[in-house]
C-alpha cells in the first residue's frame, strides 16, 4: 500500500530569456503527455512539461 506524503518542491523551469522558479506539490504525473502538474497554492495549479524542468529541490 502507498502512502501519501506531501513534500514541497522547488523546480527550475528553463526560459529563453531567464529561468523561471516555482514551489509548490506535485499532484499529478502525466506519462503519456510528458507533464506534471504542480499545486502552487490553494485552489491554484500548473501544468509543466518535464522537459522544460532544468532542476528540481
Known amino acids: ?3 501519501e ?4 518542491i522547488t523546480l527550475w523551469l528553463f526560459d ?3 529561468d523561471t522558479e516555482l514551489t509548490g506539490i506535485v ?3 502525466h506519462t503519456f503527455r510528458r507533464e506534471i502538474k504542480l499545486s502552487l497554492a490553494e485552489g491554484e495549479w500548473q501544468w509543466i512539461k518535464i522537459d522544460e ?3 528540481a529541490h
Open 1 to 3: 500500500m502507498l502512502s
Open 27 to 29: 499532484v499529478m504525473i
Open 16 to 18: 529563453e530569456y531567464e
Open 5 to 8: 506524503t506531501k513534500c514541497t
Open 53 to 55: 524542468i532544468v532542476s
